[in-house]
Each structure stands twice: as structure tokens, then as C-alpha cells.
């Protein structure tokens, strides 16, 4: 594992996905949400959420430099952490997942 130079920082996007919390259940419940959100009640019943555990375990993951390999490039909370680590050598050779910033536009201060 390959680990940043001292002082730097690794990127790594991610997006844990569904996940059921306190947020969730204000959106199920609430007006709010039936109104904005009306079919998140479809998504848990059709198993489309993933448990709190297994997105805290991709955190601890990326803490530990499981992913460094994969630093400017999107992990999500749905993936199996076993065959992306097993993945990543391929991933980062087709340039798979990476995002990127087309330009960055700021007036002089």
C-alpha cells in the first residue's frame, strides 16, 4: 500500500448509498418527504438499503489505506470491499472511477 508523503492528502470520494438512519426516517415519515422523496419506502422494502455497519466498515477501510490505490476515485457504500481491493490494479489502469473538475473558475482578489 502505497501511502501519501508527509503533509499530503488523499482523495476518496465516496457515496455510502441508502442508508437507514434518523435522516431516512424524517424523509419516510415527514410530509416533507412523502412529498419530495415519495418512493424511499420502495427502496428499503425492495432491499435497496445497505446497514449502517456496512457503510462505517468502508470509513475504517479507507482510514486503515485499504483504497489508497484508488485516491481520486469514487468508492460506494454497495460495493464488496473484498473483490474492489482485488479490482484496483485494473480499475486504475482503465482509469475506472476517477472524477475529475473540468476547470475551476475565481476572479483575481
Given at each position: ?9 488523499s ?9 437507514r ?7 419516510l415519515?415527514?410530509e ?7 418512493n424511499?419506502q ?11 455497519s456496512?457503510?462505517?466498515a ?7 489505506g485499504r483504497?489508497d490505490?484508488?485516491?481520486g476515485?469514487?468508492?460506494?457504500g ?8 482485488q479490482?484496483?490494479?485494473?480499475i ?6 476517477a ?5 475551476v473558475?475565481q476572479p483575481?482578489?
Amino acid at each position: 500500500m502505497t501511502r501519501p508523503k508527509s503533509g499530503a492528502c488523499s482523495l476518496l470520494p465516496w457515496i455510502p448509498g441508502l442508508v437507514r438512519t434518523a435522516m431516512t426516517e424524517l424523509q419516510l415519515y415527514s410530509e416533507a418527504g412523502k412529498t419530495y422523496m415519495p418512493n424511499i419506502q420502495d427502496l428499503f422494502d425492495n432491499g435497496v438499503n445497505i446497514p449502517p455497519s456496512r457503510a462505517a466498515a468502508v470509513i475504517v477501510d479507507i482510514a486503515a489505506g485499504r483504497f489508497d490505490p484508488l485516491a481520486g476515485r469514487l468508492l460506494r457504500g454497495v460495493d464488496d470491499r473484498d473483490e474492489l481491493e482485488q479490482e484496483m490494479k485494473e480499475i486504475v489502469a482503465r482509469d475506472g472511477r476517477a472524477l475529475r473538475f473540468s476547470s475551476v473558475e475565481q476572479p483575481k482578489l
